[in-house]
């Protein structure tokens, strides 16, 4: 069973909501740091946010995920506006895996990831109500491969092991959009693929700031590009990634060019752009 058909709240033929952000501007101190950003991430498509160091990915995530209010702008998944909804409410709809998520060592895997029904728990006679958590747990866990580590403590795991485990208390929340802020941090090259291969498969709306561009040629369907909390690039990636695009942004020159073998594009980069 695919996590789309598990959603209890989803009916199986709805369609997956876009996630949008419209006019948003944030500010610390006194630098404006995400300045009129205008995203759309469309349904059941990943969406890469990429940009170069301080651009303002993580922030924008943080507002996307409604865990920080901006300073001017919404945010709504479909037509529901973020602001509208409670923390238990906006935890069922976008759900963000943290870069640096902090854990208890001494939990087990599967209570990490089971944390991830708290806004699903309902209260009946006093007692905690959440009856399909047990089920949601096992199939999360098994989704993300950690079925056989799910009594392992938390700091047992290797790193690429801990960034499935934040995947899977994520989609434990069952959202309608998925986060994910840097996820292929720290992992080795097999690791990064079968991640963001797992992300895929999910098929659902999904938003990653990613450094990486060649993965993020190979794994988006459309990527926004920041640079100094502006949009400077947004689209299908064979679109957006564009020669000039990438020498103003990151100051490479670099292209996209065909797969040799497969039906995808892949990064070409010669270098520095040359000082004038
Ligand atoms: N509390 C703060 N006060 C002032 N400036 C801040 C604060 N937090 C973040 N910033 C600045 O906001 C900008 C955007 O930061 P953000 O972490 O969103 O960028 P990023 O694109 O995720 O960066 P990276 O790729 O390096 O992780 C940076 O220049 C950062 O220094």
Redesign the pocket.
């Known amino acids: 069973m695919s996590h789309r058909e598990h959603c209890v709240h989803r009916g199986a033929h709805d369609d997956l909501p876009d996630l949008t952000a419209e006019g948003v501007t944030v500010r610390?101190?006194d630098?404006t740091?995400l300045d009129g950003v205008g995203v759309r991430a469309a349904g059941g498509r990943v969406t890469g946010l990429l940009?170069?160091?301080?651009?303002?990915?993580?922030?924008?995530l943080h507002v996307l995920a409604g865990l920080r209010r901006p300073d001017a702008g919404a945010v709504r998944v479909g037509s529901t506006d973020l602001r509208g909804l409670g923390d238990r409410r906006r935890a069922r709809t976008v759900a963000l895996v943290e870069?640096h998520a902090a854990t208890t060592v001494d939990l087990t895997v599967r209570e990490v990831v089971a944390l991830g029904r708290l806004p699903h728990r309902g209260r009946l006679g006093g007692a905690r109500h959440d009856p399909r958590g047990d089920a949601v747990v096992e199939e999360v866990l098994g989704m993300v491969g950690l079925s056989d580590l799910a009594e392992r403590t938390w700091g047992t795991l290797s790193g690429g092991e801990r960034q499935r485990a934040h995947l899977a208390r994520t989609l434990a929340q069952e959202p309608e959009v998925l986060l994910l802020d840097?996820p292929t941090n720290h992992l080795d090259l097999g690791q990064q693929l079968r991640f963001l291969s797992l992300v895929r498969e999910l098929g659902l709306t999904a938003v990653a700031?990613l450094?990486d561009l060649e993965l993020a040629a190979a794994f988006c369907d459309d990527v926004v590009v920041?640079d100094g909390?502006r949009v400077r690039g947004h689209g299908p990636v064979g679109a957006a990634l564009t020669t000039p695009l990438l020498g103003e942004v990151y100051g490479v020159e670099a292209s996209l060019a065909p797969h040799p073998r497969l039906s995808r594009p892949h990064l070409v980069w010669d270098g520095p752009v040359e000082a004038p």
Do not use: D, F, I, Y
């Open positions: 610390l101190g630098r740091v940009g170069p160091n301080g651009s303002g990915k993580t922030t924008l870069q840097e700031a450094h920041l909390g």
